[in-house]
């Protein structure tokens, strides 16, 4: 664990404070999944704080996920911590008010995209989720000037964790924490299946 | 993600339902702390399940992690998922009934093991975060052969997730899954120091 010794101090101009309290873009990439794990790991934090989570998940499965799902919905709505809202593509996103359809994914991706850019200007969340992101780019279903102008000029104290697999290199470039989880040992290599509890 | 196709079938005399459902050592281990985020992330599903969620925590600070361990509380408090028991050094363990000392980190730290091997034969819980627990190995706290013994001879379905740098060989050697997060990118690099509700 980092002990909070910078290995570098830049000359940006900026006190320790301002520069210990700039809001933070996260990428979790890397090939396993401990990376959404991780991602809704670090929720637990920003809920701990008071602060409005908010996640967006661009994957279409109801199965997987749905421990962590239950646990953010429950823990925002308990008397402590900040208030969590989930927004689900495969289920039709909340706001449009319509079920969600197979008929064109990368429409729908597109909508979160457009709300998700909605909410950065209005600061709604203070921390941001957006699991399964990188292929939204991967797929070449978004613009990637468009993504790294939306994020690099996001107002105020937002912080933003992407996860997936193959992220961007631009979105590399502009975030401030890269993790990426590798596999030493998987029991799927072994010929074990994925269980409920571990998996999901 | 792993899409659930084993890539080889072991000639072990199980049928794919009882390997399915085989408990997991799992090891997270890695140069970031984001390993122990995974593990609370993983505890989640557990919890989701239903599962009897114990955790151990072998750190001292009172200040790392209480974002965590106030979510995983006031999950276990609530109406749904399983019921979570956190066990933490730093405070003397709950069932000693005395306070923390630190006189004593090694002798501290193996009254939480034996703690722990009293818990897997009774079946006290289904889900195990053993968290910076590698370390107790490496300092020489404890003996592997003990812990090899108690972890591989324990009963029933207790999954068992351990994190910590430098996890010992014969540790990752009986583990089912053991994940590795390494960074590619950290804000302390760019002389930033560690903040509230993202470090903490």
């Known amino acids: 664990m980092p002990q909070g010794v910078p290995t570098a101090v830049p000359d940006d101009g900026l006190t320790t404070r301002q520069r210990r309290n700039r809001p933070l873009l996260v ?7 401990g990376k959404s794990t991780a ?17 967006f998940q661009f994957v279409k499965s109801a199965k997987w996920k749905v421990g962590e799902e239950t646990a953010l919905k429950v823990l925002g709505a308990s008397d402590e911590g900040g208030p969590v809202t989930w927004h689900k593509m495969g ?8 079920q ?11 909508e979160g995209w457009e709300q998700i850019k909605r909410d950065l200007v209005a600061e709604t969340y203070r921390f941001y989720v957006l699991d399964e992101f990188t292929y939204l780019l991967k797929w070449g279903w978004l613009d990637i ?3 790294v102008a939306a994020l690099t000029n996001r107002p105020g104290q937002q912080h933003v964790v ?3 697999r193959d992220a961007h290199p631009r979105l590399v ?9 590798t596999k030493v040992k998987h029991p799927m290599d072994a ?5 409920r509890g571990i998996e999901w």
């Open 27 to 33: 990428v979790h990439t890397g090939e396993m999944k």
């Open 39 to 55: 991602a809704f790991g670090m929720a637990l934090r920003a809920w701990n704080q008071g602060w409005p989570v908010g996640v």
């Open 91 to 98: 289920e039709g996103w909340s706001w449009t008010r319509k």
């Open 100 to 110: 969600g359809t197979d008929e064109d994914h990368a429409a729908n991706a597109r």
């Open 145 to 147: 000037d468009d993504v």
């Open 162 to 164: 992407i996860t997936g």
């Open 173 to 181: 470039e502009i975030a401030d924490l890269v993790l990426e989880t």
């Open 191 to 195: 010929g074990q299946k994925g269980q």
